[in-house]
């Protein structure tokens, strides 16, 4: 049994400082062929929360599809691991973390994912997506 965390926290920019963070963490639990995964989401103060935080929320079971996508997505992308910077003026923040095993990958951009790292994008819009439609069902 192989278990895959994948958290990404997003922490607003100065002009949206009162929306707060959000995070979200999906949980996937792979035994042979089987997917088992849920998802917490979390919304709050500016810098977001710790690991316990989310930990706290409830969690919501997802789509084994949607697991598996995210799982294909990230295991075929191939990018830089060190992409140039740009640097913003009070820029909202993202936070991609992806736990599996052992092996840990962590990523963290201002505004606008580096080129070099474009073909995580699908995965940072299927997290936000799930994230916004829990949203809506709240």
């Not at 690991?51 to 996508?69: C, Y």
Request: charged share 25%; glycine share 6%; proline share 4%.
């Amino acid at each position: 049994m192989l278990w895959t965390t994948i958290e990404l926290r997003i922490e607003p920019d100065i002009e949206r400082i009162g929306e707060g963070a959000l995070a979200i963490q999906v949980q996937i639990k792979e035994r042979d062929e089987d997917l088992d995964a849920e998802y917490r989401l979390w919304r709050g103060s500016l810098f977001g929360p710790v690991t316990s935080d989310l930990m706290k929320q409830a969690a919501t079971q997802l789509d084994p599809g949607l697991a598996l996508s995210l799982l294909t997505e990230l295991r075929s992308a191939n990018i830089a691991a060190c992409p140039r910077f740009e640097v913003w003026l009070h820029p909202v923040v993202y936070r991609l973390e992806v736990n599996s095993g052992f092996n840990t990958a962590q990523y963290s951009w201002q505004e606008e994912l580096p080129e070099q790292w474009h073909q995580l994008g699908s995965v940072v819009a299927l997290l936000k997506r799930i994230a916004e439609e829990a949203r809506n069902d709240a």
